[in-house]
């Protein structure tokens, strides 16, 4: 099994990506935001090449998804990606267990509970974490499991060449947000197709697979962290702007483009391929 750590990103697992992205990281990826509502509902998430785990607790904690998992070939940003679920859970409010009083005439009128309302995130500032330090996360009870923290958990593996037990149920989406450039230089074309190939066969029918590819000009530098990478570069013949073909040919939707979010060189085209049923 490969395990990977190390101070040159070779995989593009990058320690702080959100910093340098955002410049000054808030709780929200403006990624998730072109994602549509009704398609992380109830859904189960696979968010490839996590990282710290931004986006897979954004979704876990505020768009109703079901279940994600976060995966990664990094052991070091597994570990902060479940520090930082920790943190989330510490500064999200508390759900409402009020109710609501029926509409019987009776004089001392009962409540009805309401369903359970989605916690508020960063109700309590940073700074009560710094004082007291992240709380801990009690034991999920059976109505809690589908609800954050504990409705996401996170992985070290290489996906595209190993697989993880949660691979077993399938998933509804699967997101690859700026990591195809690193599956092509570091497996080159056949590992990038194969990765295609484990995406359209994990997901259920009409699942979405969420693409964010790199521009073939930033290559150029990336090739360069590793003479591996350099001698993969030469031998690529799939360039970004064939994915779309490739994934049709694998049996995908053509791309729905949701937009390009993002300043300068992060500025990059977010597509959805739907899997045909």
Request: proline fraction near 9%.
């Amino acid at each position: 099994m490969t395990s990977v750590s190390s101070s040159v990103a070779t995989h593009g697992n990058y320690h702080g990506y959100h910093g340098y992205r955002y410049h000054h990281p808030g709780g929200h990826d403006a990624r998730v935001a072109l994602l549509p509502r009704e398609l992380l509902a109830d859904a189960r998430v696979l968010d490839v090449g996590c990282n710290e785990g931004w986006i897979s607790c954004e979704i876990a904690q505020s768009c109703g998804a079901r279940r994600v998992v976060g995966v990664d070939i990094d052991d070091a940003l597994v570990r902060m990606a479940w520090r930082r679920r920790r943190t989330l859970w510490s500064h999200q409010g508390t759900p409402s267990s009020q109710g609501r009083p029926s509409d019987a005439p009776n004089r001392k009128r009962k409540r009805v509970p309401l369903a359970p309302a989605a916690p508020e995130p960063d109700y309590f500032p940073a700074s009560c974490q710094h004082m007291l330090e992240p709380l801990p996360i009690p034991p999920a009870v059976p109505e809690e499991q589908e609800v954050f923290p504990h409705n996401v958990s996170f992985r070290r593996a290489d996906w595209v060449n190993e697989t993880i037990p949660e691979d077993d149920g399938g998933y509804d989406v699967i997101l690859a947000f700026s990591v195809s450039k690193w599956i092509h230089l570091n497996n080159g074309d056949a590992g990038l197709r194969r990765f295609f190939e484990r995406v359209h066969a994990s997901l259920t029918p009409g699942g979405a697979f969420v693409l964010e590819a790199q521009p073939w000009d930033s290559y150029t530098k990336a090739r360069k962290l590793h003479p591996t990478l350099q001698e993969n570069a030469q031998k690529l013949q799939i360039h970004p702007e064939d994915f779309g073909g490739v994934l049709r040919s694998i049996g995908f939707e053509p791309a729905q483009h949701l937009g390009e979010p993002g300043e300068g060189r992060f500025r990059r085209p977010v597509n959805l391929y739907i899997k045909k049923g």
